[in-house]
């Protein structure tokens, strides 16, 4: 997945609001290019474990409908361990089909990776962190297939 710096900023800025517990949040996409970040309510309010509130995460995902784009990313933070999936966040991922993106702000600086977790399987998926310059570029498919 593509996403421009702006919005990544955002989830990232959400993660130290909500230090030190975990935040949470879905990433809405078109083509592989995130286009707005959704933050919701971590039900948990836990500093180990994310559960976005149920109605909030209806919600978000009936306007991501609406608009005609796709679950792009459902996010969540970790605050005190590297951003990996934790056993808990492997269990509890029900959308294979979503990108699972972590924001790491354990460290001195932000570490945001992404994940497909399908079965139990965790693999890493790039995310392509973009300018809104680049992304106004990409548009133009000239090498883009
Ligand atoms: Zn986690």
Redesign the pocket.
């Known amino acids: 997945m593509q996403i421009d710096r702006a919005l990544l900023d955002q989830s990232v800025a959400q993660a130290h609001a909500e230090a030190p517990n975990?935040c949470c949040g879905i990433i809405a996409a078109r083509d592989g290019q995130a286009v707005s970040v959704h933050p919701a309510r971590n039900a948990a309010a836990s500093p180990l474990?994310?559960e976005m509130d149920g109605m909030e995460q209806y919600r978000i995902q009936s306007a991501i409908e609406d608009a005609g784009h796709d679950l792009g990313a459902i996010y969540?933070s970790?605050t005190r361990t590297a951003p990996y999936?934790?056993q808990?966040?492997i269990n509890l991922a029900f959308y294979p089909e979503a990108l699972y993106v972590?924001v790491g702000v354990a460290g001195d600086r932000p570490d945001v990776r992404a994940f497909r977790i399908v079965d139990g399987e965790v693999s890493e998926q790039p995310l392509e962190v973009t300018s809104a310059g680049e992304a106004r570029r990409g548009d133009e498919r000239s090498e883009a297939e």
Do not use: A, K
Request: a negative charge; aromatic letters at 10%.
């Open positions: 975990e474990r994310y969540h970790h999936p934790s808990t966040d972590i």
